[in-house]
């Protein structure tokens, strides 16, 4: 039998350790959660001291970094439509590596007439959603659709939604005055319906995001609620010295209590990010 030389034999050995070191360093790397959606989740500006959050602007804040890393795409007035016509997913798409997560999450837009963003939950919206889950699987990702958060609609007569981005221009005088009764009226119709009913078609992981923030905003109540958006007197928040009355966006406090809302469900809903989760809820 050929002996093998000395040698050869470190070099075998190094070559082991090395493969084993590596293997490992892999096994180790932190998972990804991508998210993908609108304003309510987008990062925002914050370089003049500006109070307005996205949810998954915060998300980062509920997971141990070393182990997660949340990688927010969502922007402002997108549809499920007009990010991918825009190459928004495309760019999502180059970053994912097997066993990261993918949350997806829009509504408030597809909602909305102008064609370049317009969907129909049913049809084109659920064509969407699923391009989203079947392109993340084909790259060893694992998809999680969440519905639309609510917006703090209380209103007793159900009013026009006006385009939500338009609502950063108004000041608190500029908001509409309506009669509000204590009752949260929903807004998304069958928009909230449908990523619910495209998580059951593809079996993949579902969060009620909209569940989940109808029963904080209902529990807060008309006033108590507010607290929650970009809803300020004159005077009131430096950074927005004429009020405003935004239903629809997240300040620090909202988009922080929200994140840790949907980072519980998450949990709930994929056990093994659990060990995961911190408690963050006082960081910004």
Not at 40 to 55: F, L, P, Y
């Amino acid at each position: 039998m050929q002996k093998i030389k000395v040698g050869n034999l470190y070099l075998i050995m190094i070559i082991t350790i090395i493969q084993i070191v590596l293997s490992s360093i892999r096994e180790k790397r932190p998972k990804t959660i991508f998210i993908i959606g609108d304003s309510t989740a987008a990062n925002k500006d914050t370089s003049k001291g500006q109070v307005e959050r996205g949810w998954g602007m915060m998300f980062q804040n509920c997971f141990d970094e070393e182990y997660i890393i949340v990688d927010n795409h969502a922007l402002n007035g997108r549809s499920s439509l007009s990010f991918i016509n825009e190459k928004e997913w495309d760019k999502v798409l180059a970053k994912i590596r097997p066993g990261d997560y993918v949350i997806i999450q829009f509504g408030h837009n597809d909602e909305k007439a102008d064609e370049s963003r317009h969907t129909d939950p049913g049809t084109t919206f659920d064509k969407n959603l699923e391009k989203y889950c079947n392109e993340t699987r084909d790259l060893g990702g694992i998809p999680v659709l969440m519905n639309c958060v609510v917006r703090r609609n209380f209103a007793k007569i159900n009013t026009k939604i006006e385009d939500d981005e338009s609502l950063r221009n108004t000041t608190y005088a500029d908001g509409a005055k309506v009669e509000e009764s204590d009752i949260l009226v929903d807004t998304h119709g069958d928009y909230r319906l449908a990523p619910i009913n495209v998580a059951r078609r593809l079996n993949v992981h579902f969060v009620d995001a909209n569940k989940i923030t109808h029963d904080l905003e209902q529990g807060l109540g008309v006033e108590g609620s507010k607290k929650l958006h970009m809803w300020f007197l004159p005077g009131q928040e430096p950074s927005e010295p004429k009020g405003k009355q935004d239903n629809t966006h997240y300040n620090i406090y909202g988009g922080q209590t929200v994140a840790n809302l949907l980072a519980d469900a998450l949990c709930e809903e994929i056990p093994e990010l659990k060990k995961y989760r911190i408690n963050s809820s006082e960081k910004e």
